[in-house]
């Protein structure tokens, strides 16, 4: 039974950093894309940041606009594990955030094949 659980998350000034961890289990996920989502009230869930297993060379990383240079995705394989690092946080980064695994396919696409419950992330002012 694959699953993904995603923790780390909670109340934060502005300006401030967290840390989201995703914790894959049921069959190794070392190669496939991993990606981070979110969900603020009221919006529709959109793409946040992806990691693609490349066989030749290291792994790609995608970011959606509002957060390059502030997030950064990686994973660490050992573990089943990938980690979205947040800095300089905004409140407008308010949302549920939702870990998610493909073997194949777009990375910033959200037909992903299996999907984490989510965890909240509140940025306050």
């Known amino acids: 039974q694959v699953q993904l659980v995603e923790s780390g998350g909670g109340l934060v000034q502005a300006g401030g950093p967290l840390r989201l961890s995703c914790k894959a289990s049921?069959?190794?996920?070392?190669?496939?894309?991993m990606g981070w989502f979110r969900q603020a009230p009221g919006k529709e869930r959109e793409f946040v940041a992806a990691?693609?297993?490349?066989?030749?060379?290291?792994?790609?990383?995608y970011y959606a606009e509002s957060v390059k240079g502030r997030f950064t995705i990686s994973r660490d394989n050992a573990k089943n594990t990938v980690y979205l690092q947040m800095n300089s946080l905004k409140p407008e980064d308010t949302a549920a955030y939702y870990c998610?695994?493909?073997?194949?396919?777009?990375?910033?696409?959200?037909?992903?094949?299996?999907w984490g419950q989510g965890t909240q992330v509140t940025v306050s002012s």
């Open positions: 998610a695994a493909r073997r194949s396919g777009s990375p910033t696409m959200q037909t992903y094949e299996y």
């Open positions: 990691i693609v297993y490349n066989l030749w060379s290291a792994s790609s990383t």
């Open positions: 049921g069959r190794t996920f070392s190669t496939d894309t």
